[in-house]
């Protein structure tokens, strides 16, 4: 490799040069305060794992996305995080042990194999909200609540929330009578939105005509309010535990459009993509008229169970690199005061008070190049009169 | 594996549950601000990245440190970041190409495969601070006061600081005639203090006798102030380069003690250990009394040639867990207000009020286990008169 590339990313690998993390390190400390102010509080989990404690759930898509070191101490396996629910989970479970609802928060890395996403990376930087050991409507409201606050304080508006009940999927085919195998390749053509392949493969799998109408006609059950009647319609022969699961839903939607009415909601009892380990009630938001997903989440009740306990949770996560792209919020560049290279002792103080206030003060190095203007400073400082004065930069 | 140990994380691998992790945040916060007032704007440098962009000095050692992976889209192989400052400087070289002196900061973890520092940590936060563009005293000065700056901002008094100046051994291995392969050999035995090997290395180099007894001399080179006239006395006739470094050390220890007369300083021309691309004059922190480092920096001139751009560089950088160990300053615990399950609409209203106030408040989720106590809120919400009114909790 030549000296000429030797500075080229891997694609998907990217960095944050001053303008993008000043705006980063600044809505980081705005959305952990918000959610502080919720209740959630902050954790920092390992970059890498066993991948025992990594890949706890059924989810092929995660051990793909996950890159793999051997612990050279021990000759184990190990994954970078490619996610970080199951590690907060651990925490809840193992760490923290109580019996109390409990609210986490983290903001960090992930790193994915492949590239994903609607900005094509692999290394998100991923802000999420937990909440563990309530199961119902309440805790779901919460935390969908919470998601739609964020995207709020940076900016965004016209969302569309998407909501869905992974329960209903899985009831119906379980019901139907379809093996294991059959539901995998059934959800992969679904998640795929491979329609005509997921008619093709439904046909083939001798169902009852009755199941395999409903089956059908799932694929194609989505929109907005006015869909759940014949949603309930068309399912209404089926276990009590679908119905039931459609009200949850429609629940749900109701007390989210108490607190924002302002909000576009879809319903979805067939979206599963990009769902790795929930198990009920799931939720996506997107802009109003755009294709993919900026923030999602859903429940995940159970997921501590490998660490020994069990414990109901749910939760959303985004990527905050990608909510920065499409943010209409920018930030000020900030105007230093350039300060001459003199060792009095006076300056040094009058530099160390302002840089007290706050002010950046940038001390020119002796024989530097570049002047004040160079330096983004639109002030210097001054000897008048045996004060160091701040003026505007001539 | 069972799941008793899933939850096992690898040796020197570690997470940060809520009250570390807080801590963590509000210095983040407060360095980060303090270092921007100092003119260092902050950057994010991938979490991986190409061998051969990670791997730029001469350093072995860092190559051993570094977590290999293979780009499964091109078959190269990838590092994850072990250090910040290659990264840094291909920042300087390639992305921004300014002229003028450059500052920037950094804060994120890296990782070791093998555990090191005070902490035996696989996992350091690592903060730092670098200015590009600039050889001379000012702003090694410069650089110094700001880690010094770093450690009184968390607390942390006695400090010791360690000057030196990795280019006196280098230049006075190649006056004595010693070949790369003797030098990395000796280099390696002082990295070490392995001293009695280092003697009997040294013997078999079959040296003029002179130079045999300097680089003896060397090993032992360490003290105060006054140990730099006897220094320059043993070295009086070698090379003038050597002299040169040595008063370079000594200005840099002037102009540092005007700023922070309270710190004690120490010379030592042979301490190279734990400086991997440093080629001139090199700075560690200590507390008195203390053996680790907690601290450390020096100069690196043209580091950023391999990326097509040769600067003057000097920086630090520190690990930010290892400081939260050490600091005496501890946060208070965030005490909440509980809010009762209540659909009223004007609760709502209060509760998004306290929030936008800096206050947490944590809403009951119906049927939850736990009270307010065990919610870590010392107030409740209380409905009197038509109003809610917060209450101490009783």
Known sequence: MSSEDRWLLPEGIEESLPDEAAWLEHYRRSLLDMFSTWGYELVITPL????????????????LQTFKLTDQLTGRMMGVRADMTSQVARIDAHMLKREAPTRFCYLGTVLHTRPSGRDLTRSPLQLGAELYGHAGVDSDVEVICLMLETLKLVGIENICLDLGHVGIYTSLMRQAGLNAEQQKSLQALLQQRALPEYEQFLSACSLEEEWQEILMALSDLSGNEGMLDSAK???????????????YVEELSKRVMQRSPEIQIHFDFAALSGYRYQNGAVFAAYISGQGEQIARGGRYDAIGEVFGRSRPATGFSLDLKALAKISPHALQAIQGIFAPNDDDPQLHEKIMQLR???????????GQSGDALSMQCNRILNKEKQQWIVKERK
Not at 48 to 63: K, T
Not at 356 to 366: F, H, K
Request: charged fraction near 25%; glycine fraction near 4%.
């Open 356 to 366: 007290a206030q706050g002010e950046r003060v940038i001390c020119e190095l002796s």
């Open 48 to 63: 890498i794992e066993y991948l025992d404690s990594l890949l706890i759930g059924p989810s092929d898509d995660l051990d």
């Open 233 to 247: 319609k068309v399912l209404q022969n089926t276990n009590s535990s679908v119905i039931e699961n459609i009200n």
